[in-house]
């Protein structure tokens, strides 16, 4: 609700308000040339000025994910100004770096530092600055009284400090000891503290010694402070309570959010009538030199499985191993209602850290239910451009280091996905524990719905248990396989906020032979595979008009409405290419049609006519395509007698498939037989849209490549053309999974402009529901 916006012409701007100046306007400028240079007087004024008028408004974070408009009065102000003078050491002769970005209200602080006093502010060119950069601008720009946070401090070295600074001053996060033993013998330290609601500085401590950990200080002129319990009666020396802030520093409330002014700030029963004093959220206590000892958040600590856990006591014991100079402990979610402890440290100089160890010796100090699932090194910690810890840059825990094993089989490789898609762990490996790993009983009932699901394997809770490895588990279910039924939609991936990705298989697999390639699309969507469709006795549906139908409805019960996106792989690409012309028709919106090597064909032949026809008689090629299909490698001892009933049977009696398994195996194999039959008899209608086709350059002996101009007649718009090194069966194998999941993030990127589409309960598991 800004009234005017200053800017400049070459500034491109995504906002409106009711007046524009553009300060490199030549109209403008000579307007402002007329004006009067003096200060604006109560008579050119609206009204007359007042000290409980607003000075200024400034956004913070909102718990809620909405900013909220801190509105801070002259008074205010005013009080902070000349309360720094005399704490800070300022003067006429400082030199103030002005470091903090102007959206962070420390920013405010390093302006009046110097207005006050008189002194000089200095703006860096360079912007943003840290380790020697910053050391060497604060040298050359001759920095007397500078603003920096604890997470800035420790990315300088001491021995690069310029002799011209005479005050350092540290905040807005908790400041270790070991940063106030470092600073404070070169020059005066000072640790403030303050929320923007009570003017970006409440309270201040004297000069620090470094011999023990830094408090907040005391209150600040005109400013009162009350530790209070949450009846709101001050808890005695020692005790723990919520921090209040009253007096003069106290902003007037938040801009337009009169509910949340009065829910923050409060109500004075220690003050004059009327007086308000703010609710910091805050966790302090009262030393017995009256200084303040801040202890964290009272919203930062964490009720995780049951138990109440403080991060700042996992940091602690962290920054109290050998080589560990800096820590930060965070509660992940990397899928809704998953959450997690993953611990980052930074190795002190020329000290390696051993996470192992590190993992060793925090289990002889903190029970199992706060030691980390993960522990992450990094080289330093993420900030923001103020200087602040970013939690948000910090990275999901590392792919496991030494020992660790890739999945050997298909299987495997979907256990693992599945593993890891539970745990919220970019990777495991196959003989990694899932309940060493963050796992508990409510997880392992989320991984078995999740296991039933996608592999419509019947796994009873007590196998997790018994076998709680991708290894173990992958064994386990060797003897009760995958296939007992054909669920008609997988969900291979949960997570994600856009619209979802459908994909269609190709002739005589199930969804999830796409769940390898899962993990390499790097989009923010879920993921859901779609089976042929069969009539009531198993049989597959023979026209194509009924297979589009199908996977519309399917699709519809996912999401009614579009925009949708779509992923077709050979006979599965002919048929999301009709779903997508069907669903435009319709009045939807498609705006991504994917194909794998899939094309339409000429009156009389088809691609699978072709490799049936090259192979005419090889019963073994066909079931090894149709157990590729369903994620069973076909042994190469295995020879071509009796016809596909007799090899089947050949399979069963080698341990590669089970008994069970034969039924699906069969029905497989007829959608594979059926697949010539329906491409052959596809007709195209035209996709309004860009299509991204990833064509397999490699064609076997016996068969004519197929162009991809084919397309061109039934595609209104660009056709955006990959080459992938494989033969058409082999598109998902393992060497081209990564390159074909990039460019379909790519696609998916592109056309994210969708709404947000929230899954159908009928879809998530019941105690996700719940």
């Not at 609206?46 to 509105?71: C, D, E, F, N, W």
């Not at 800070?88 to 390093?110: I, K, T, W």
């Not at 009046?112 to 060119?125: D, I, N, S």
């Not at 949708?564 to 002919?574: A, F, Q």
């Amino acid at each position: 609700r800004a009234a005017a916006l200053i800017t400049q012409h070459d500034v491109t701007l995504s906002v409106t308000a009711p007046c524009v100046l553009p300060l490199d306007e030549a109209a403008l400028i000579a307007q402002l040339a007329q004006q009067d240079a003096q200060d604006l007087d109560d008579a050119q004024r609206v009204r007359p000025l007042q000290p409980m008028h607003p000075a200024y408004v400034i956004y913070t974070s909102g718990s809620t994910g909405k900013p909220k408009g801190v509105v801070v009065a002259h008074a205010s102000v005013c009080n902070l100004a000349f309360s720094q003078v005399e704490r800070f050491g300022l003067h006429a002769n400082a030199r103030v770096l002005q470091f903090a970005s102007a959206s962070f209200d420390a920013s405010v602080m390093e302006y009046l530092m110097a207005w006050a006093a008189g002194a000089c502010l200095v703006l860096p060119r360079q912007g943003i600055l840290l380790g020697k950069p910053l050391a060497a601008m604060l040298d050359q720009a001759r920095i007397t009284h500078a603003l920096l946070l604890p997470s800035v401090l420790a990315t300088l070295e001491t021995e690069a400090l310029p002799a011209s600074l005479q005050t350092l001053i540290t905040g807005a996060e908790a400041c270790p000891q070991t940063i106030v033993a470092r600073w404070s013998k070169h020059c005066r330290m000072t640790n403030a503290y303050g929320p923007t609601e009570a003017t970006g500085c409440s309270t201040a401590t004297a000069a620090l010694a470094g011999d023990r950990p830094p408090t907040i200080g005391r209150p600040i002129d005109n400013v009162q402070v009350y530790v209070l319990d949450a009846a709101l009666q001050p808890v005695p020396v020692g005790v723990a309570g919520e921090l209040y802030i009253a007096g003069d520093g106290l902003a007037r409330g938040y801009l337009h959010r009169p509910a949340l002014s009065a829910e923050r700030f409060v109500a004075n029963p220690f003050g004059t009538p009327g007086s308000r004093m703010y609710r910091s959220g805050d966790l302090v206590r009262w030393l017995p030199d009256s200084q303040l000892d801040f202890l964290g958040r009272v919203d930062h600590q964490i009720k995780l499985r049951g138990f109440r856990i403080e991060p700042g006591e996992i940091e602690n014991a962290l920054l109290h191993q050998a080589g560990v100079a800096q820590a930060a402990v965070l509660l992940r979610e990397n899928q809704p209602g998953h959450q997690q402890l993953v611990g980052y440290v930074v190795a002190k100089r020329d000290h390696v850290l051993d996470t192992h160890d590190l993992r060793r010796k925090l289990a002889d100090q903190l029970p199992d239910y706060m030691m980390p699932a993960a522990l992450v090194t990094l080289d330093a910690l993420p900030l923001t451009r103020n200087g602040k810890l970013d939690r948000q840059a910090l990275p999901a825990p590392d792919l496991p280091g030494a020992g660790w094993q890739a999945p050997r089989t298909p299987q495997e490789e979907m256990l693992a996905r599945l593993f890891a898609e539970t745990l919220g762990v970019p990777a495991v490996s196959i003989d990694d524990n899932f309940f060493d790993l963050g796992g508990h009983s409510l997880l392992a009932t989320r991984l078995a719905n999740r296991i039933r699901e996608t592999l419509a394997a019947d796994l009873p809770l007590r196998l997790l248990f018994e076998a709680p490895t991708v290894m173990g588990l992958a064994d386990a279910l060797r003897t009760q396989l995958r296939y007992r039924s054909l669920p008609s939609t997988a969900l291979l991936r949960s997570k994600g906020r856009q619209a979802p990705l459908f994909c269609l298989p190709p002739a005589g697999s199930l969804p999830w032979c796409y769940a390898s390639l899962v993990n390499h699309v790097e989009a923010d969507c879920p993921i859901y595979g779609l089976s042929a469709p069969e009539d009531a006795d198993g049989a597959p549906l023979t026209a194509v008009e009924q297979h589009v139908a199908h996977y519309i409805a399917e699709i519809r019960k996912i999401q009614p409405h579009g925009p949708y996106r779509l992923l077709g792989w050979s006979i599965g690409g002919l048929l999301a290419h009709a779903i997508a012309t069907q669903l435009q028709e319709r009045g939807e919106e498609v705006p991504m049609l994917a194909l794998l090597d899939a094309y339409p064909m000429p009156k009389r032949r088809s691609l699978f006519r072709q490799r049936k026809e090259a192979h005419r008689g090889s019963e073994l090629q066909v079931l090894s395509i149709v157990l590729k299909g369903l994620g069973v490698t076909m042994p190469d001892a295995l020879t071509a007698q009796g016809g596909a009933e007799a090899m089947l049977d050949g399979l069963i009696r080698a341990g590669v498939v089970a008994a069970a398994d034969r039924d699906t195996i069969v029905r497989m194999k007829r959608h594979f037989d059926l697949s010539s039959d329906l491409a052959g008899s596809f007709v195209p209608g035209t996709y309004r849209g860009n299509l991204l086709f990833l064509r397999a350059t490699i064609v076997p002996e016996g068969m004519t490549a197929m162009p991809v101009e084919r397309w061109a007649a039934y595609v209104r718009g660009r056709i955006d053309v990959h080459d992938i090194d494989s033969d058409h069966f082999g598109m998902l194998d393992a060497p081209f999974r990564a390159n074909i999941g990039k460019l379909l993030g790519v696609a998916l990127q592109t056309s994210s402009a969708a709404p947000e589409h929230p899954h159908p309960a009928s879809l998530i598991p019941e105690e996700e529901q719940n």
